[in-house]
């Protein structure tokens, strides 16, 4: 299947900086990306849609402000958490759709662990 | 509007015997289902997908899973669980017309594989 990398997979911040995200399709070229959030024993929440050259979607109660998403390429898309707070500590996990036809299941990054001190 | 239920937060289950995971979908059309599995601290691996034809569909490590239209699940099995099965299970959903959107994910399910 399609290979979505993510870094960082770990990454420990104080609080009031921002953190970059990143996720990469390696083989395969993604318009859209996914980007979702999961709290600890819970599922994931969709966070925003990322479209190659545009402007991210964001789903309600999103801060897209707090939340920057740019996707720049066809292969990379970021998610920066601006003046990161402990709330925001969670794991971020990226997706993203090799177009086949209109069914294509999703590929998912590894994720990435946030921790905000 | 598209929804999933697994409605069991835990399966337990020893090993060398069958496992099921359940889930039911809900969309207004006809639906792309998929299975996936995370382990700890990382992200979700495919397992399979029911888009169209058998109902029956097998996928990674063993498992399958069937599509009921009457009853609209998509339940996962395997006939023989293996500890390294223990991780948690997502069942997931899209409308056939959705066009290029995310999929829609239940709330998960731990299963604990017991030697």
């Known amino acids: 299947g399609a290979v979505v990398s993510q870094h960082p997979s770990w990454v420990i911040c104080k609080s009031g900086t921002s953190v970059k995200i990143e996720c990469r399709s390696l083989?395969?070229?993604?318009?859209?990306m996914f980007w979702y959030r999961q709290f600890p024993k819970q599922s994931l929440m969709l966070m925003a849609t990322?479209?190659?050259?545009?402007?991210?979607?964001?789903e309600q109660g999103v801060e897209k402000d707090k939340f920057l998403i740019n996707h720049a390429s066809l292969t990379l898309s970021t998610l920066t958490v601006t003046s990161a707070h402990p709330e925001d500590s969670s794991f971020y996990i990226c997706s993203a759709r090799e177009y086949r036809g209109n069914t294509g299941e999703l590929f998912f990054g590894e994720g990435s662990r946030l921790t905000v001190l | 509007a598209q929804s999933v239920a697994q409605p069991e937060d835990q399966v337990n289950v020893a090993e060398g015997n069958p496992l099921t995971v359940k889930c039911t979908y809900s969309v207004s059309g006809n639906p792309y289902l998929f299975w996936y599995v995370q382990y700890p601290n990382r992200g979700l691996q495919f397992l399979l997908k029911y888009i169209t034809g058998d109902n029956l569909v097998k996928g990674s490590y063993g498992f399958e899973a069937e599509f009921n239209k009457s009853q609209t699940s998509f339940h996962l099995k395997k006939p023989s669980a293996l500890v390294s099965d223990s991780a948690l299970y997502f069942c997931a959903v899209r409308d056939m017309y959705s066009g290029n959107t995310p999929l829609v994910f239940g709330k998960g399910t731990r299963l604990s594989v017991i030697a």
């Open positions: 990322s479209n190659e050259g545009s402007k991210a979607t964001y």
């Open positions: 083989d395969f070229q993604a318009t859209t």
